[in-house]
């Protein structure tokens, strides 16, 4: 009996509990001076930033595809001096132009993450009650962390001035009658500036935050219980040069025959967009336009975004 025991005994493993150094990495630190120039400034609404590497190799296998998420999957999130998280994954899907994994932060009430790559391009948003968070690439695979100071932007303008009275009101097109789908789905066109795209720094970056604003605004109607998502239909740069307000280039977004971004209403017809979204670098300190509906463009929505923003507040 004794041998039979020593021979069950030997069998037995004990297995430790995984501790954080067994929870692999997504970022690594990265000196300052890898970062343009240009990266280094931090705006009014920065309030801490350091610079990164990203892992893509947990996200991604080698040919570039996002790897399949059969359980959920830890990962640290080394953020800022002092600010470290373990983020479980928990649901990835595709985006408009890549892909999305979608978590919290372990430990965290009311946290979340989004983590979008497209072309290898890798941009985050990550919030909990201490903070949130983006990551975002300045070139050459640095990629910068920022905590974002919600206080630094404008809710709300004290006298929003919108005038169509110099606008003729779009032609009716029948022919997308036909085309016309339910409510639980609003087809989005996104345009953009040089201005805003320049600040992102490649066109696989502002791709990346376009589909990373459009999981957000989904997430968030998941979240709330509101069964219509959003479908990006269509992206294109326009010709425009930014005013400095929201409102003005608003205006100028619906105006049909005042000479700016006409083409955009032609544009958005060929593409059946429900919504037409604006992409401008410098929003005056705006968070963000509604999706506001002018008087003589019953058909559409548009709305007009700053090309950084803090994300949805995720509802308690």
Same mark, same amino acid.
């Given at each position: 009996m004794l041998g039979i025991f020593l021979a069950l005994a030997s069998l037995i493993v004990i297995v430790a509990p995984a501790s954080a150094q067994d929870v692999p990495a997504l970022f690594s630190s990265a000196p300052a001076d890898a970062a343009p120039s240009s990266a280094r400034a931090n705006p009014a609404f920065v309030s801490r930033a350091a610079f990164v590497r990203v892992n893509l190799g947990l996200l991604l296998d080698s040919a570039g595809k996002a790897r399949p998420l059969n359980r959920p999957l830890q990962v640290s999130l080394d953020l800022l001096p002092g600010v470290s998280y373990t983020g479980v994954i928990n649901k990835t899907e595709k985006s408009f132009f890549g892909d999305t994994w979608i978590g919290a932060l372990k430990g965290k009430p009311n946290s979340y993450f989004y983590l979008e790559v497209v072309d290898r391009v890798f941009i985050a948003h990550i919030a909990s009650p201490d903070g949130i968070f983006e990551v975002s690439s300045v070139g050459g695979g640095i990629y910068k962390v920022v905590q974002i100071d919600q206080s630094k932007f404008v809710d709300d303008y004290p006298n929003p001035r919108y005038d169509l009275a110099d606008s003729a009101p779009p032609?009716?097109?029948?022919?997308?009658?036909?085309?016309?789908?339910?409510?639980?789905? %609003?087809?989005?066109?996104?345009?953009?500036? *040089?201005? $805003? !795209?320049?600040?992102? =720094?490649?066109? $696989?970056? &502002?791709?990346?935050? %376009?589909?990373?604003?459009?999981t957000e605004t989904n997430q968030g109607y998941d979240n709330a219980g509101v069964t219509t998502n959003l479908r990006l239909v269509h992206i294109e740069k326009v010709t425009y040069t930014e005013s400095g307000n929201i409102f003005t280039d608003l205006n100028r977004l619906q =105006?049909?025959?005042? =000479?700016?971004?006409?083409?955009?209403?032609? &544009?958005?017809?060929?593409?059946?967009?429900?919504?037409? $979204?604006?992409?401008?670098?410098? /929003?005056?300190? *705006?968070?963000?336009?509604? /999706?506001?509906?002018?008087?003589? !463009?019953?058909?559409? !929505?548009? !709305?007009?975004?700053?090309? %950084?923003?803090?994300?949805?507040?995720?509802?308690?």
């Open positions: 032609a009716a097109d029948a022919s997308l009658d036909s085309t016309a789908d339910s409510a639980n789905r %609003i087809d989005v066109m996104v345009v953009y500036t *040089q201005a $805003a !795209l320049t600040a992102e =720094g490649s066109l $696989a970056a &502002l791709k990346a935050r %376009i589909a990373l604003a459009m =105006g049909t025959t005042d =000479g700016f971004m006409d083409n955009v209403h032609a &544009l958005r017809n060929k593409f059946a967009a429900d919504m037409v $979204a604006l992409v401008v670098e410098n /929003g005056g300190g *705006q968070r963000s336009l509604p /999706g506001h509906r002018p008087p003589r !463009l019953p058909d559409r !929505l548009l !709305l007009l975004r700053p090309r %950084i923003r803090p994300p949805p507040r995720r509802p308690a």
